[in-house]
């Protein structure tokens, strides 16, 4: 079902921009294969829209975008112009290989992009978001059109912008915050504003796409959706330009997890999150960092001892969601110096030792006194520990 014609007011739409902002990342090229197998990871998954990637940028993106767009089955697939006549025709050709494509097209609205960038005045960007805009929808039904540093555009020039895009066919409006300047509160507020002030603006779908150069971009999306954005834009593993774009798997699992607090949902199948983010960190060649909310290796980890505790009585003690619920097989409680006799005990059982008293005892100041030397203590490890123990008796 395309965005602007789902009735469900509380369905935010996922749009996965990880093969085009978030190969933008220096050094996260991807090949042809490996674009495939991220498009088909996020297909099944259930992402709404991929962006596929920027068509004009080289035949090799835009060859991407039209196999992208041949292969997927449900997502739209979406491509990305400049406000340029041979952007949109090119963009155009390519998403019309899929069952459902868009044209993305942007220009930048903020006085600095304006002054600096542009060298245009406030009018001739008017003209040129109608014009533009009015291209792509003669292409195609389904057009995007991004307002590039929205966030910092003031909001009588973003309101004409915005209003000028609907008019001319657009059924996505998305804001960016594309430097990661915006805070929640505000950003929160930019959209109730427009979406309440402009003419039109319940034809459109509103989106944000926030950058995280403040660490803010998950919680300026979760904002914007409160504010009345229907549509985020994100990427796995957080990939994008500089300190990337908001995190797909945080703001999914977010909305699942506080539904009371965040009443809104999407359709994508959370199981498949852990999955994809293996993928794009090897498809990207980006390790994903070991605290990494929800997909990183110690998301799920316990080594303290009071915490391995609790998880052995009650995995809620310490856990806010369920690892199988993102795809992760299991829990793990890590064995350190921190871990007490518990998890200990646990782990003993698991390797197959239920010792006395005296042993267990003995066991476990030998295991303390390695893991003070040691800093990972390996099953192994715990193995021959236990064996010399037993065998000394
Ligand atoms: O950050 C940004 O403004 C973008 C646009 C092209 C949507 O990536
Ligand atoms: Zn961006």
Redesign the pocket.
Known sequence: MSAASDTNKDRVFIFD?TL??GE?SPGATMTLEEKLQVAETLDDMGVDIIEAGFPIASNGDFEAVVAVAKQVKRSTVAG?ARAISADIDRAGEAVRHAQRGRI?T?V?TSPIHLAHQMKKTEDEVIEIIARTVAQARNLIDDVEW?????TRTPLEFLKRCVETAIKAGATTI?L????GYAVPDEHEKMFRDIITMVPGADKAIFSA?C?NDLGLAVANSLAAVRGGARQV?CTINGL??RAG?AALEEIVMALRTRGDAMPYHTEIESTHLARASKVVSAAANFPVQYNKAIVGKNAFAHESGIHQDGMLKNAETYEIMTPASVGIKETTLVMGKHSGRAAFKDKLRELGYELGDNAFQEAFVRFKDLADRKKHVYDADIVALVDDEVGSV
């Open positions: 921009t085009r902002d933008q990305l993305h942007f930048s991004s307002a590039m540093d929205a998305n960016p915050d594309t430097v796409h950058h834009e994008g330009e774009n």
